[in-house]
């Protein structure tokens, strides 16, 4: 099993420019999720998605879409980059479940996308 | 305010030292808890959930407080491959959302 795998893992992009990050998880989970992760900030979810078919943003979602493609495969564009949009994004999944006390779920994730937009 | 805080540090310690990071969180609808770590330029790994009435795994100990909002991870006899940056997760009601503290680096030393 790869687990949960992106790509690109680089990319460097001009501002303006669009593109898109793959994601695919081979766990037959039913949650996935992007990240960004910059420094002091901690990770923040830009979109999440429940279940196949369904979307929700997250924290901080402005400037990028998102398409579950089916259960395995998460993508997230970005329409036309920014510079503030340089980080590191992380995909992840996870498999929900829900006991009397709440859930108690692991996230998995992918070995991440280097993007640097000038 | 930041929903999840911890201490950055960077924790210097020894081989065989206990070192303890907290973590505070100001959401009481707060309900699930984790440590994840991650490595230098690596995806975060779950370390531990951390359960109500604390829990322990191997030489990691964790502790819930909710009336005080702070979550701890204990690390005894530290060891050389400890050397990462710890995560402090919470994860909301009813609900996928999930915040991420910015992480306590931790150091060990030989």
């Known amino acids: 099993n790869a687990g949960v795998t992106q790509t690109p893992k680089f990319q460097v992009l001009k501002t303006g420019q669009s593109m898109t990050l793959q994601c695919a998880q081979d766990m037959n989970h039913n949650s996935m999720y992007w990240y960004r992760q910059d420094p002091g900030m901690g990770l923040r979810l830009i979109y999440y998605s429940a279940s196949e078919g369904t979307t929700d943003k997250g924290e901080v979602p402005n400037g990028y879409n998102v398409s579950r493609l089916n259960k395995r495969e998460f993508s997230l564009r970005l329409e036309s980059a920014a510079p503030s949009q340089t980080s590191v994004y992380f995909c992840a999944s996870s498999e929900e479940t829900f006991g009397g006390s709440g859930s108690y779920n692991e996230q998995f994730f992918g070995p991440g996308t280097r993007l640097t937009v000038l | 305010r930041k929903e999840v805080e911890q201490d950055p540090g960077p924790f210097n310690v020894p081989e065989g030292a206990t070192v303890a990071f907290n973590c505070t969180y100001s959401?009481?609808?707060?309900?699930?808890f984790f440590w994840y770590r991650q490595d230098c330029r690596k995806e975060p790994k779950l370390l531990m959930s951390v359960y109500s009435s604390g829990n322990e795994d191997g030489r990691f100990t964790a502790q819930l407080n909710r009336a005080s909002q702070y979550i701890s991870l204990l690390i005894r006899d530290s060891k050389l491959s400890d050397s990462a940056t710890y995560l402090c997760v919470v994860r909301y009601t009813g609900g996928f959302k999930t915040i991420f503290g910015a992480g306590t680096r931790l150091f060990v030393k030989a």
């Open positions: 959401n009481s609808a707060s309900q699930s």
